[in-house]
């Protein structure tokens, strides 16, 4: 099983829904989301209102070479209780489909430059799958990542759905894009981050073993960093020269925070935020 959620930049969203449309995949269930979210909107037709909108919560199969269920959530829930229930509800079913794995797909938040490319981080929930998840391309295991001593943390339902599947009994991976600091403090319009789902996609390609047509993703993904170069060349130059350090930046087995310090790093953000807010103009 394969599932994403929305999260930032969209980035394990965009490579599963990504996936799971060139495989064609066809519906085949979903969770009945007003249990665990409140609703969008009200829809109204004619003038009349006609019913409550909830995020949509769906399952897909398809089966390329082996049986593959996707799950994508159009929203998570806002309480712990309900990402919980939504986790246990979406383990059930993988455990009715008879699923052996489960990848989840999200973001990391990492000290790396937007001209790089992005590398997938791999977490296991189980110390028999390190190797395994060392073996994907471009991917670097938590326990390989300097100054963490392998510990972190994962929020949201990316997080929550491995630990309930480790107590289920599941094997699981939660594959992580990295998408630039600066990037992930960019406003909502810019956000969206394919650059990092392209290495989600060639991880799951690589691990399921399946091939797909990978050209719209690689204009979008183009399109999109064009638009972030744009908002790069208009940053200070002060700002744009202490980022750039992060092409230099290999925080592989480092305790050391690399050439920007924690300090320089908020005070980057501070200055990138206060860019957005005041409408993109500097003095």
Known sequence: MIAAWPGIGNIGLIAVNYLKNKLEAEEIGEIESWRHFYPKEILVRD??????????????????????????????????????????????????????????????????????????????????????????????????????????????????LIGVAKRRNLDGICLLGEIPIYIAHFPGHIILYPKA????????????????????????????????????????????????????VNYIKRADPGPITEDETEKIIKEVEDFFREGGKHG
């Open 47 to 160: 003038g009349i209102v006609q019913g409550m909108d909830f995020p949509a919560n769906k399952f897909y199969h398809k089966k390329a070479g082996r049986e593959l269920i996707f799950f994508l959530g159009e929203s998570q829930p806002s309480g712990e209780d309900e990402i919980y229930e939504i986790a246990n509800l979406v383990i059930d079913a993988a455990e009715e489909f008879g699923c052996k794995m489960l990848y989840t797909a999200g973001a990391a938040v990492a000290p790396v430059h937007h001209t790089s490319t992005p590398r997938v981080w791999a977490i296991p929930n189980k110390e028999e799958l390190i190797e395994q998840a060392r073996s994907y391309p471009n991917t670097i295991a938590m326990s390989d990542i300097g100054g963490r001593e392998g510990r972190g943390n994962i929020t949201g339902l990316n997080g929550v």
């Open 197 to 248: 789902s392209k290495s989600i996609l060639d991880v799951l390609s690589f691990s399921l073993k399946v091939e797909f047509d990978r050209t719209n993703i690689d204009l979008y993904s183009k399109n999109v960093e064009k638009e972030i170069d744009h908002l790069y060349n208009e940053l200070s130059l002060p700002i744009r020269s202490e980022l750039d350090k992060l092409k230099y």
